[in-house]
């Protein structure tokens, strides 16, 4: 893993010889950490491609209480919903515009039939779901809420089809069901409530092929996937994004693989990849950990950047025109689930150092946005590292969401190329750059430049020469914490939570701050 020390002088080769690659889109190289403060330049007058709103899809997999409790209350009286969906939560995903949201799985989804989660509720079979904690599956949330909830937050329909046990008839007929305009199928949509058709922009071809969707090899699972793509079809004048289940972290031969036989028949590949301290299984705790625990999380958040680069150079063999995009649809944090919750829900507590985790992540996109058009965080309530926590009638917006609250701007903006040269963060085993970065133009035509400091102990002073951009103010916010775990607790919901950053200057030319220790800074340039 880059993030572990191999040396100071090997660790500036190998990001040196990143940078080759990387000179027009991202931070290109590390300095000695004993230069003490960052410089940037940020290339305005050279825009790199477009920051694509769906890198900030989210996902909801039947999972803990992830759809049950954190989005659906059904007819609880008790909780202010519209039609069965949590009104709190839909108003906090509206507000940081969620653009697509993944569902039903996640492993879930190997194992999903689309047709027991539609016509009456009270019909519908009552299911075990054997992913997730051994727990019922009532199946109140199908086809039709889903697609409900996706038009309450204002978001776009990603689904999961199920390869792992299910055939490519009932895939086929799932599209048809929900995209037909007439037909036996649509008049079924219709008899259920719901007589025009949903339009379905994105379809993945299964989960997981390699592991909880089949454990299939790799040439399998390429074979199967030209062979479900065959029959996912739409309307005329409709398109569907047809994405192929991808590698798991390093797995770059899956990607080959994937590309050279399926790469005709598909429009994108995943990638999944979570953060890990202390490797698998997640045993780490959330909340309790001292700067080991801090250091570590960060460095295998950076080497996200690695794969990304090296299963898109897998891509570029066979897609030099980059049409196929690579969509990072699972990735967060994952730690030992929080003590005295239930087995097999993934429910843990969000801190500062996950907000941390959250904006490398982002940045990192900003670098690879030529070919990352989607990525999903996990998860969106309640599981995993999720921009919500519910308990009963209350609700937590954790640093994530505020995270995603201030990268907001990003959404279709044009990437502006970046020059970094940053001191390092060294502790234990671990070293990374201290600074992460990324910029935007946004749609109206205003520059954002978004800063992490990933020190938790000492503030960086960073200078940004703007070229080919005459800015002569910059203002923003900044979220940091006196601890490197603080949380919103429901007692205490604002601990971490924005607030304005006003010590930036522009002179001459040249934007200049000191980042907080464990701080992200989103910057607004006019």
Known sequence: ?????????????????????????????????????????????????????????????????????????????????????????????????????????????????????????????????????????????????????????????????????????????????????????????????????????????????????????????????????????????????????????????????????????????????????????????????????????????EHLDELITKHSAAMDKYDPGKRVWLAVDEWGTWFAQDPGSHPGFLRQQNTLRDALVAAVSLNIFAAHADRVHVSAIAQMVNVLQAMVLTDGPRMVLTPTYHVYAMYKPFQDGTVIPLDLKSPWYDHGPWAMPQVSAAAVRDKAGRVHVALANLDPEHPVPVTVALQGLAATGAAGTVLTAPAMNALNSFDAPGTVKPAPFTAARIDGGTLSATLPAKSVVMLDLS
């Open 1 to 301: 893993m880059r993030g572990r020390k191999t040396g100071r002088l090997g660790r500036i080769a190998g990001w040196t010889a990143l940078a080759a690659g990387l000179l027009t889109v991202a931070p290109v190289a590390a300095q000695s950490a004993g230069d003490g403060a960052a410089t940037l330049t940020l290339h305005a007058d050279r825009p790199g491609p477009v920051y694509d709103r769906r890198i900030f899809t989210q996902f909801a997999e039947h999972l803990g209480n992830g759809i049950y409790g954190g989005l659906w209350v059904g007819d609880d009286k008790h909780i202010p919903n519209t039609r069965g969906f949590r009104n709190d939560v839909v108003a906090a995903l509206r507000a940081i515009s969620v653009p697509v949201i993944r569902w039903p799985g996640g492993c879930f989804a190997d194992e999903y039939h689309w047709r027991e989660g539609i016509g009456p509720r009270a019909n519908r079979p009552v299911k075990v779901n054997t992913h997730w904690g051994g727990v019922t599956e009532p199946n109140a949330v199908g086809t039709h809420e889903y697609m409900d909830l996706v038009e309450q937050i204002g978001a776009e329909p990603y689904i999961s089809g199920n390869v792992g046990d299910g055939t490519p008839r009932e895939m086929a007929e799932w599209v048809e069901y929900m995209t037909a305009p007439a037909g036996s199928l649509a008049d079924e949509r219709a008899r259920n409530g719901h007589k025009a058709a949903w339009t379905v922009p994105y379809f993945g071809i299964g989960n997981e092929l390699w592991g909880c969707g089949g454990n299939m090899r790799p040439d399998y699972a390429a074979d199967e996937t030209r062979r479900y793509a065959t029959f996912i079809k739409v309307p005329e004048g409709a398109h569907l994004l047809k994405i192929a289940s991808g590698a798991n972290n390093d797995d770059y031969g899956w990607t080959d693989t994937m590309m050279r036989v399926a790469g005709q028949q598909i429009d994108a590949v995943s990638l999944h990849y979570y953060t890990v301290p202390g490797g698998w299984p997640p045993r780490a705790s959330a909340t309790q950990f001292g700067e080991d625990g801090w250091a570590e999380t960060l460095a295998k958040a």
